[in-house]
């Protein structure tokens, strides 16, 4: 069964810093990856998603994430935070080999003034 | 498009009692989802359906059940609420297994 592993359950950082959200899948076959985004007292809302092609990935709001087949991971990055980015991060990994999509644990992003 | 929609918003239920979460998509999707998120916690997989009138379980399925009469809709009930079902209840719903899940707002359950 395929796992998704989010290394830090809790990343503080400071506003217009860097920041990476790390994520790690198991599996071997074909797979399909999103990060997602969960406001406070929100629903989640996808943010990214690699499913072929290019393994450099973009959202709308500066989020980016980068698909890596050997070290099978799919890093979230930005290159300077926002306090309004403070939220919780879920990795996720599927496909179309009939694997149901997975969840990581999430990592609360942390933004400080 | 409303995607998925869920009802109620909130809820306060004591112990012992029993409701319905509803939950209904638009988007033609087969497969839809229940999941449970406790504080500072991530998803657990309640209940999931591969299209209507086929259901299975999850993770957590103790304390739930659930139906799939239409491709639309997917209820979750609670019989006899416990303090320990108290949590923000998510559906979810998508094309394929393995593809992007469309998320609903949640409903925030209380159970004293």
């Known amino acids: 069964a395929q796992s998704v592993t989010q290394l830090d359950s809790q990343v503080p950082v400071f506003e217009e810093a860097p920041v990476e959200l790390r994520c790690n899948y198991s599996?071997?076959?074909?797979?399909?990856l999103f990060w997602y985004v969960q406001y406070p007292n929100q629903g989640l809302q996808l943010l990214l998603k690699y499913l072929s092609g290019s393994t450099l990935v973009e959202s709308i709001n500066g989020f980016e994430a980068e698909f890596n087949k050997s070290q099978t991971s799919f890093h979230l990055r930005k290159p300077s935070v926002h306090i309004s980015d403070t939220a919780e991060y879920f990795c996720?990994?599927?496909?179309?080999?009939?694997?149901?999509?997975?969840f990581g644990g999430g990592t609360r992003l942390m933004v400080k003034p | 498009n409303a995607g998925v929609t869920q009802t109620p918003k909130f809820r306060i239920l004591k112990i012992g009692q029993s409701m319905t979460l509803q939950c209904t998509q638009d988007?033609?999707?087969?497969?839809m989802y229940w999941y449970r998120q406790d504080p500072g916690m991530g998803l657990k997989l309640i209940y999931y359906?591969?299209?209507?009138?086929?259901?299975d379980k999850g993770e957590v399925p103790n304390g739930y059940n659930v139906s799939r009469s239409t491709t639309e809709d997917f209820p979750l009930r609670l019989e006899l609420a416990a303090p320990s079902q108290t949590s923000v209840y998510f559906c979810a719903s998508s094309y394929s297994s393995g593809f992007e899940q469309f998320f609903g707002p949640g409903t925030r359950l209380t159970v004293l």
């Open positions: 988007m033609n999707h087969n497969y």
């Open positions: 359906s591969v299209g209507a009138g086929i259901t």
């Open positions: 996720a990994a599927g496909g179309n080999a009939g694997n149901m999509l997975t």
């Open positions: 599996s071997s076959v074909s797979v399909y």
